[in-house]
Each structure stands twice: as structure tokens, then as C-alpha cells.
């Protein structure tokens, strides 16, 4: 018996893949007496039944990383953030609320700003700067011309990718010229190309270097009310050099005395605009728990 991963799951049998075969599964009874539901992206030991007919039982579920709930799917790794340059320009708060939401459920982040053909007043190198100096990698592609998809489908190697962004950013059409490279081109390729991108049921497929990615893009409505706010400053990680210098242990970089982050942020060392969309979610996360604490 050796691992595999879920790929997609539909009424009640799992199709997993190990070894670069898909196995269709059932799951051990005692899951559901333990009240497990088997997820896209779960690690997991099966036995084999059939080695021919590629049937199997789903053994054992490992231990989760993490688990998404838009779309449902475990062990995600990356999100690649995706966003126009232009039609439409980038809503740059959202984009960090995004960010926030990937931090909060531990993945990697990257920042894709798609559309490069249309970036004729050279946006890109400010939104680069930006979110390099935060510490994540920023990629520019062009979903028509395939300019830069080779790099980004380089970011996605050995990893389980989600995708987000709002809605026109080009996500579809990026994960259509992606699957040209994956490992079942007709099957998947053919799906994307439908458009498919709207079911509930969310199934991974596999690209040439190991990559593994979410065929649905990933949390588009955005609520970070689950974000506890004392936790929010840990998810801008350009904070957190001068943070660890703050007189207090628990500074929300406000308006506390002997506040590195505010004094980096007066010096120009931190991004005013990343600055303020902390604030700007901070007091919404504020606002939005208390409201659901008054009823
Ligand atoms: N000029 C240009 N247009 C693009 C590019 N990528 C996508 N588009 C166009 O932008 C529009 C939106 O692209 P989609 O891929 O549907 O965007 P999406 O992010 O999937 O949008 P939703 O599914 O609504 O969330 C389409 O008309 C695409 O043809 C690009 O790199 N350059
Ligand atoms: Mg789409
Ligand atoms: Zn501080």
C-alpha cells in the first residue's frame, strides 16, 4: 500500500490517483461511523481490489494540512492571486483581503497580475514592487498570448493550487492555457474549455511537472470575519521585522506608543497602501464581528 490523493469524488465512490493511475474507491465504512467525509486533495492509503479494472478501497485518510470550504477541497498548498492589470484595474484592498484569506489557511501565496498586454502604462512594475517587498512572488502573464504562463505553471511544480480573483481577472482563461500541459490533456482540457468552472464538486488534474490544481477558482466572496483581528497584522508578512521590536507583544501597529511598524511605515520602509488595507480590514473585521455578536 502507497499514498495517494483524491482527485475528484462523485456519489460516493473517490477516484484517486497513485502512482499516476486513478483508482476508483469506495471508502471504509468506519468513516462514516467516525463522521469523516472523504475530501478532494486528501492524502490517503488504499488497498487495491482490482488491479485491472482499477478498483479500490480508500484505507486510511491522513491528516489534513488544511481544508477550504470554497471550493471544498484539502491540503491545499499555493494560491495564485489573479488579477487584471487592467478592464478591470485591480481593486488593491481586495487583493490583500485575498491575501489575507490565503494567509489565514497557511498556503503560499502568488501574485499573477494577468492581462500584460494591456498594461501599456507600465502598472505592473509599481504592483510588482509592491508585493515582492511583502515577500511573495509576483508573476505578469498574458492568458491570449501565453506570455508568461511557462513561469507560472513553473510556481505550481509539486503542489496542490488553488485560484482566486475577481471576477474578469482571467482566471478560466488561465487555467484553460494551463491545461494544455496537463497529464490527461483530452479529458480535462476539453472540460475547462466548456467553461465547467461553476460546479460545487471541485476535482483536481495533474500538469506535467507534478503540479496539482483546483479546477474551480477558489474563494471569490470574501467574508474575513473568521479572521480573529489580533491575528491579522501575522498576515502581512512585511510587518513582522519591525513588529517583533514593538514595545508591546500584542501592538496592533495603531496607535500604541513605541510602535516599529507605525515608525517603518512614517520612514517609508512598509507600503502605505498595504498599510492602510490593514487598517482598512482590521475595522472591518471589527465591524463585521460585531454585528453577528449582537444577535
Ligand atoms: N486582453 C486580454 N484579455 C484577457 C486575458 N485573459 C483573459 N482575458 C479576457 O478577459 C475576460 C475574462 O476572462 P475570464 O478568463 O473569463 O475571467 P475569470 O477570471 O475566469 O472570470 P470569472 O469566471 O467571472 O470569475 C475574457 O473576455 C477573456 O478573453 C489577457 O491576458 N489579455
Ligand atoms: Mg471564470
Ligand atoms: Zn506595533
Not at 488579477?83 to 490583500?96: G, Q, R, Y
Request: glycine share 6%; aromatic share 10%.
Amino acid at each position: 500500500m502507497s499514498h495517494g490523493i483524491i482527485f475528484k469524488g462523485i456519489g460516493g465512490f473517490y477516484y484517486v490517483k497513485r502512482d499516476g493511475i486513478l483508482y476508483e474507491c469506495k471508502a471504509r465504512g468506519k468513516f462514516k461511523n467516525d463522521k469523516i467525509i472523504p475530501m478532494v486533495g486528501d492524502y490517503v492509503t488504499i488497498s487495491v481490489h482490482d488491479a485491472e479494472k482499477k478498483l479500490g478501497m480508500i484505507e486510511e485518510i491522513h491528516e489534513r494540512r488544511n481544508s477550504l470550504i470554497r471550493p471544498v477541497v484539502a491540503n491545499v498548498d499555493q494560491a495564485v492571486v489573479v488579477f487584471s492589470i487592467k478592464d478591470p484595474m485591480p481593486n488593491m484592498t481586495l487583493l490583500d483581503k485575498m491575501i489575507v484569506l490565503a494567509e489565514h489557511s497557511a498556503l503560499d501565496v502568488v501574485v499573477c497580475f494577468n492581462k500584460a498586454d494591456l498594461d501599456v502604462n507600465f502598472d505592473f512594475d509599481a504592483y510588482k514592487k509592491i508585493y515582492e517587498a511583502a515577500g511573495y512572488k509576483v508573476l505578469k502573464t498574458c492568458a491570449l498570448s501565453k506570455a508568461g504562463v511557462d513561469e507560472l505553471i513553473e510556481t505550481l511544480a509539486g503542489k496542490i493550487n488553488v485560484f482566486s480573483g475577481p471576477s474578469g481577472a482571467g482566471k478560466s482563461s488561465l487555467l484553460n492555457a494551463i491545461a494544455d500541459y496537463a497529464v490527461e490533456t483530452g479529458e480535462v482540457s476539453a472540460k475547462i474549455k466548456r467553461g465547467k468552472h461553476t460546479t460545487r464538486h471541485s476535482e483536481l488534474f495533474e500538469i506535467i511537472n507534478g503540479g496539482i490544481i483546483v479546477d474551480t477558482p477558489g474563494f471569490t466572496s470574501l467574508s474575513v470575519s473568521e479572521v480573529d483581528p489580533e491575528d491579522l497584522p501575522d498576515y502581512f508578512p512585511e510587518f513582522k521585522k519591525y513588529a517583533e521590536l514593538c514595545r508591546f507583544d500584542n501592538c496592533l501597529h495603531q496607535n500604541e506608543p513605541g510602535c516599529e511598524v507605525k515608525k517603518a511605515l512614517n520612514e517609508d520602509l512598509i507600503n502605505k497602501q498595504r498599510y492602510d488595507a490593514y487598517i482598512y480590514i482590521y475595522n472591518e473585521i471589527v465591524e463585521q464581528r460585531r454585528r453577528l455578536n449582537k444577535w
